[in-house]
């Protein structure tokens, strides 16, 4: 009799120019050494198929034969073009088509997932979960057989995640948030980072800020009666991490602002934002 070969979740992280303070990008294996499947693929560089393939080996599993992407960004997807030898079946959301087809290019064939799917892997059920927020054809993976949620960008081991127009929108993140909130969670993995074992307080630590983001902005518009989004960046973020990090502190500023303009409580005009009264 063959031993039972139950199914096994790698995290492997691949060397990528990320957003600081993160120098990797995850992809996750997910399977045994029968069936396996990789989720995002990381970028396209030779390091990227080296580090997969030893984690491959390392772990006794089987080639991928298809490779999810939570999202189009150049740290995540791109990296299909060094796998193309395994001949994987690429998934996206269909809201990234276009933004996947692009960076996977010559790579042109892709498939779609979308919100309440379930795939079987080494004979254990995935659902996938349509998570808008960081980009809006994100998708998560949750493995309820282990409890696992694999988030992608909507939630990163460090700090929050940036969410910017265009591709990001604020108020499908938060109600992603909160919908991540309901699985039941021993760990998540996410697209930047060390597994994340304090689930549901991570989860309140990245709504808490938002959250106090919002109000921060609210309170700063009452005071000065308008801001540009880049008055208010320089005011709310005094010590970045890194002066590279400004544009996308900015377009998270942006974020909130359209947030609060669909919520009635800011008004634009011209590229000064005001409070509505
Ligand atoms: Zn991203």
Same mark, same amino acid.
């Given at each position: 009799m063959e031993k039972l070969n139950h199914l096994k979740i790698i995290r492997v992280p691949i060397p990528t120019p /990320?957003? $600081?303070? +993160?120098t990797t990008t995850n992809c996750y294996l997910i399977g045994n050494n029968q069936e396996s499947i990789l989720v995002d693929a990381g970028y396209d560089k030779v390091e990227t198929k080296i580090e997969l393939e030893r984690a491959i080996r390392e772990n006794d599993?089987?080639? &991928?034969?298809s490779i999810i992407l939570t999202h189009s960004h150049p740290d995540h997807a791109p990296g299909v073009r060094q796998l193309t030898d395994w001949t994987p079946v690429v998934y996206c959301h269909h809201l990234e088509k276009q933004a996947t087809l692009t960076v996977i290019s010559p790579w042109n064939e892709i498939s779609f997932l979308n919100d309440n799917d379930s795939i079987k892997v080494a004979g254990e059920d995935i659902n996938i979960i349509h998570a808008p %927020? +960081? /980009? @809006? %054809?994100q998708l998560n993976l949750f493995i309820p057989s282990k409890r696992v949620l694999l988030a992608g960008d909507n939630i990163?081991?460090?700090g929050t995640s940036w969410i910017g127009p265009p591709d990001g929108d604020m108020t499908d993140y938060i109600h992603t948030l909160n919908r991540l909130k309901q699985l039941k969670l021993t760990k998540i993995g996410p697209g930047h980072g060390d597994w994340v074992l304090n689930t549901y307080e991570h989860i309140d630590f990245v709504l808490n800020r938002r959250l106090y983001r919002e109000n921060q902005i609210k309170s700063l518009l009452k005071e000065h009666l308008q801001l540009t989004s880049t008055h208010l960046t320089k005011i709310i973020y005094?010590? $970045? &991490? +890194? &002066? @590279?990090v400004f544009e996308v502190a900015k377009r998270t500023t942006e974020a909130h602002l359209i947030k609060l303009m669909k919520e009635g409580s800011v008004t634009q005009q011209d590229s000064y934002y005001s409070l509505k009264d």
């Open positions: /990320t957003l $600081l303070p +993160h599993f089987a080639i &991928p034969n %927020g +960081h /980009t @809006s %054809g990163v081991a460090e005094e010590k $970045l &991490p +890194h &002066p @590279s």
